[in-house]
Nanobody, 117 residues
Framework: QVQLVESGGGLVQPGGSLRLSCAAS????????MGWYRQAPGKQRELVAD?????SVNYADSVKGRFTISRDNAKGYLQMNSLKPEDTAVYYC?????????????WGQGTQVTVSS
């Protein structure tokens, strides 16, 4: 029932900027968790940044000072500045809900970010 769609990825040069967007069905981000994860070739999916329903944020050490996570009622965002080649990955949006007393996670299809000269 919950659907997430990422967009905004592309090819950028090192030092460039990119803004990712996560469109959600309904206004789930008004009262729910939202997180950004990424998966590079040959690596496990890892947390990039997330924001709780209460507004507290967390960033991976590798992106602190360069990335900014934000949200409104229906969309989540990830502003990426000073991009590095090691940021190259597929980026995924994530949220979760409680249904019948159990936590259920939802993921978007991902958007490709490539940082290269």
């Amino acid at each position: 029932q919950v659907q997430l769609v990422e967009s905004g990825g592309g090819l950028v040069q090192p030092g460039g900027s990119l803004r990712l967007s996560c469109a959600a069905s309904g206004s789930i981000f008004s009262s729910n968790y939202m997180g950004w994860y990424r998966q590079a070739p040959g690596k496990q999916r890892e947390l990039v940044a997330d924001i709780t329903s209460g507004g507290s944020v967390n960033y991976a050490d590798s992106v602190k000072g360069r990335f900014t996570i934000s949200r409104d009622n229906a969309k989540g965002y990830l502003q990426m500045n000073s991009l590095k080649p090691e940021d190259t990955a597929v980026y995924y949006c994530n949220t979760f809900l409680y249904r019948y007393g159990s936590r259920v996670d939802y993921w978007g299809q991902g958007t490709q970010v490539t940082v290269s000269s």
